[in-house]
C-alpha cells in the first residue's frame, strides 16, 4: 500500500491535530526552551546517581558527591532514568525487537530525492528508510533506517556493531535515492529501539 499525508499543504497537519508539524535540529529545540526558562536556574553536568524520598523530602545525590533537597522531583533523564528506577520496579527498558541506524547529510549532496523538502518514508519488508529535511532552508536530511531484529538485546547493549556490508545488501534494489541516503548512514553501528512502560511512573515526592 503507497499513502501520502499532505503534512504541510493546506494546513492539512494544524487541521487534524490542532498543530503544526515541525521537524527541528534538537539543539536549536534545546535553545528555544532555554531562552524560555532562562539559565539562570540550569546546572549542567551533574549526573543523578541515587534518590531518596523521606516523605517530608527528596534527596538527589550527584555523581560528583554533591546532594540536593527537594519538595518534588520531575524526572526527565531519558529512557533509562534514575527517577523513573527509584519509583518503579518494572522501570528498566524492554527491547522492542526492531533496531535503527542514522545518519546526517546536507540536502544539497542528496540530489536523486524526489521530494526533499518533504519526509519521507521508503517502505519494504521488515525494513523501511526515513529522510525528513531539518534546519534552516531544509539545509539537512535527518536519515534513519529502521529493521526487524535482532530477536534479542540485553539492557546494557545499547548500540551494538553491525555488518554494515551484509544490511547494505538488502536495499541493493531500492530506489537510487535510498542507495544515496544510504552513502550517509553508519550502517556498522546498530541501535536498539526500547521501549518503557508508561505505568507506575510516580509514587511520592517523585
Ligand atoms: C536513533 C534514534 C533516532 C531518533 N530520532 C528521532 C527523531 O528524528 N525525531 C524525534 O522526535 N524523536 C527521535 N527519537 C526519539 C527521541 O530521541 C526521544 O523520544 C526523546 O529524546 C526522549 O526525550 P527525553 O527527554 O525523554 O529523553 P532524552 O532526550 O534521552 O533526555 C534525557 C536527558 O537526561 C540526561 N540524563 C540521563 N541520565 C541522567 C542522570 N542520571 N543524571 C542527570 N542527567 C541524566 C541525558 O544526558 C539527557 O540530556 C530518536 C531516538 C533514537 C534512539
Request: some cysteine.
Amino acid at each position: 500500500m503507497a499513502a501520502s499525508q499532505p503534512l504541510a499543504r493546506d494546513n492539512w497537519y494544524r487541521q487534524e491535530y490542532g498543530s503544526p508539524y515541525y521537524g527541528a535540529f534538537r539543539t536549536d529545540l534545546q535553545a528555544a526552551l532555554l531562552d524560555v526558562v532562562g539559565r539562570v536556574n540550569i546546572r549542567l553536568g551533574k549526573q543523578l546517581t541515587r534518590l531518596d524520598d523521606s516523605g517530608e523530602e527528596a534527596t538527589l545525590y550527584w555523581a560528583d558527591g554533591t546532594r540536593d533537597t527537594a519538595d518534588l522531583v520531575v524526572g526527565a533523564d531519558g529512557i533509562r532514568s534514575v527517577v523513573r528506577q527509584t519509583v518503579s520496579d518494572t522501570a528498566l527498558p524492554v527491547f522492542t525487537g526492531n533496531s535503527a541506524f542514522r545518519g546526517l547529510a546536507k540536502t544539497a549532496l542528496l540530489d536523486r530525492l524526489p521530494e526533499p523538502h518533504s519526509f519521507t518514508d521508503w517502505i519494504g519488508e521488515g525494513m523501511h528508510v526515513l529522510n525528513f529535511p531539518i534546519g534552516k532552508d531544509f539545509e539537512y536530511q535527518t536519515i534513519v533506517v529502521f529493521m526487524d531484529g535482532p530477536e534479542k538485546l540485553e539492557h546494557d547493549a545499547w548500540r551494538v556493531p553491525a555488518d554494515a556490508a551484509a544490511i547494505g545488501k538488502k536495499f541493493a534494489h531500492w530506489h537510487p535515492a535510498v542507495g544515496q541516503l544510504l552513502e550517509h548512514v553508519n550502517l556498522a553501528e546498530r541501535w536498539g529501539m526500547f521501549q518503557v512502560s508508561p505505568h507506575g511512573i510516580a509514587d511520592g515526592r517523585c
